[in-house]
């Protein structure tokens, strides 16, 4: 248990009589407010500003048992002490300098880590190096700032700084740092909140067959009947170390049944949330129809789905993979960018797993990737706006007074990422999302 604050030394001597010496664990009797004992634990103080919060800090390490611990902190409580609301160490910890903002989340996103990388990527953040990128990046957008700004105020000069090429060329290496940060930071995003893969395709084409290999036990109910998936069945899984959370649907055609017809809309709902589409296609439905990627994109099956499912989007965004060739002869693999498979015997499995993996990226991250989240993309995406208008600006006028508002406009947008500019209503939605005692 911790107490932070102005009175926390104050409120642990009520409760467990002289306090130890700074960092130094002594055991120590806890007593309620009448003096009964409630226990005994060793007990640590952390005087500000050297402490996690960077304010007076008391940690108590009693036994395990739920009922004590329940007991003790209501003794806190009677004693002065108040609950911590959700993630208040951490937002007191931001607000002290302990902290920044990056690093803050960092916490919350360590404790949710679903894989181990999505772990150590929220290690990395918590230790700055995250921050470290951003605040080199509003510095240098700064400097550059008020150099532009100098040349407009000394326009007599006998070199004209921003015609001569150096500033235009200044600000489009910074748009490549923003750039190679914003593709981090995706990464880094994907693992923290996990991938969306969705199996679509037509009724009895296989796709709980395919979730149930993939998850590795009957997730799914198979039957030799059409239109058994009525309802969306989520398996989550990892993936070369990335989350993934794979959806079985409701196999996609006209009907008159008004629950399949509810599970055909859930499908599309689906479809249109998913960073992959795996359209599962019966092999004797295509008969010869060679097993490469445009074939099937052009195959009046994925024709008609897409004319009937606008969610299909871009055809990019589809995995095309033929199942039940037990059935049809074919031979097990990946050609073309299209999976052959049976998902009944499991050949061709891993070549599934494998293109899945490529097609989310898995197989790109890095052991120095660091965790982020959608605000820092949408952050960062403004910021890269910002300097993309400036450099085209300057090039197209070599005018400075546009680029030096952009500037400023993408140094604060970077800004908000670590909270050098936080409005409190981002700083609520943020810690507001923390567990308690965080």
């Given amino acids: 248990m911790r107490l932070s604050g102005p009175q926390a030394f104050e409120i642990a001597e009520r409760c467990c009589s002289k306090l130890p010496a700074p960092r130094q664990a002594q055991l120590r009797s806890i007593l309620d407010s009448k003096g009964v004992r ?30 004590v611990l329940n007991l003790i902190v209501q003794a806190l409580v009677n004693a002065g002490a108040r609950l911590a609301e959700p993630g208040e160490f951490s937002k007191r910890a931001f607000l002290n300098d302990r902290m920044d903002l990056v690093q803050a989340e960092a916490v919350a996103d360590l404790i949710d880590a679903s894989t181990a990388q999505a772990a150590r990527a929220a290690s990395t953040s918590l230790q700055g190096e995250f921050s470290k990128k951003i605040h080199a990046l509003v510095s240098d957008l700064t400097e550059l700032r008020v150099y532009v700004e100098a040349s407009l105020d000394f326009p007599d000069e006998d070199v004209d700084f921003l015609a001569d090429g150096q500033v235009a060329a200044k600000a489009a290496q910074l748009l490549a740092q923003v750039d190679e940060i914003i593709s981090k930071a995706t ?34 109910i198979v039957t ?25 649907t409701a196999g996609l055609r006209e009907t008159k049944d ?7 809309q859930r499908a599309a709902q689906t479809m249109a949330q998913a960073d992959l589409i795996v359209w599962v296609i019966d092999a004797q439905r295509v008969g010869d129809v060679e097993p490469s990627r445009d074939a099937l994109m052009d195959h009046q099956a994925f024709v008609a789905l897409k004319r009937d499912y606008p969610e299909l989007g871009d055809p990019e965004r589809v995995l095309p993979v033929i199942n039940k060739i037990d059935l049809s002869g074919q031979d097990p693999g990946c050609y073309g960018g299209v999976v052959c498979m049976s998902a009944t015997s499991k050949a061709g499995l891993e070549s599934l797993h494998q293109m899945i993996s490529e097609r989310l990226g898995a197989a790109e991250l890095s052991e120095g990737l660091f965790s982020a989240r959608a605000r820092h993309l949408e952050a960062l995406n403004r910021g890269r706006q910002h300097l993309h208008d400036g450099v085209a600006e300057i090039k197209a006028t070599h005018s400075g007074e546009l680029l030096a508002e952009s500037l400023r406009a993408s140094a604060d947008a970077l800004g908000e990422i670590t909270g050098q500019i936080s409005p409190d209503e981002l700083l609520g939605q943020i810690f507001s999302s923390f567990c308690i005692g965080k």
């Avoid at 009947?225 to 989350?243: K, S, Y």
């Avoid at 008004?258 to 055909?264: A, H, K, M, R, S």
Wanted: hydrophobic share 45%; charged share 20%.
């Fill in 38 to 67: 409630l226990d005994e634990g060793l007990i640590l103080t952390f005087p500000a500003p050297q402490s996690l919060t960077g304010e007076d800090v008391v940690e108590i390490q009693a036994h395990g048992s739920p009922v």
């Fill in 187 to 220: 990464q880094g995003e994907r693992l923290i909140s996990g991938a969306r893969v969705a199996l679509v395709g037509e009724p009895n084409a296989g796709k709980s067959s395919v979730l149930n290999a993939l998850a590795q036990r009957e997730a799914a």
């Fill in 224 to 248: 030799d009947f059409a239109g058994t998936t009525r309802d969306v069945v989520t398996e989550h899984l990892n993936v070369n170390g990335l989350a993934v959370t794979v959806a079985d």
């Fill in 258 to 264: 008004p629950v399949e017809t509810i599970g055909i």
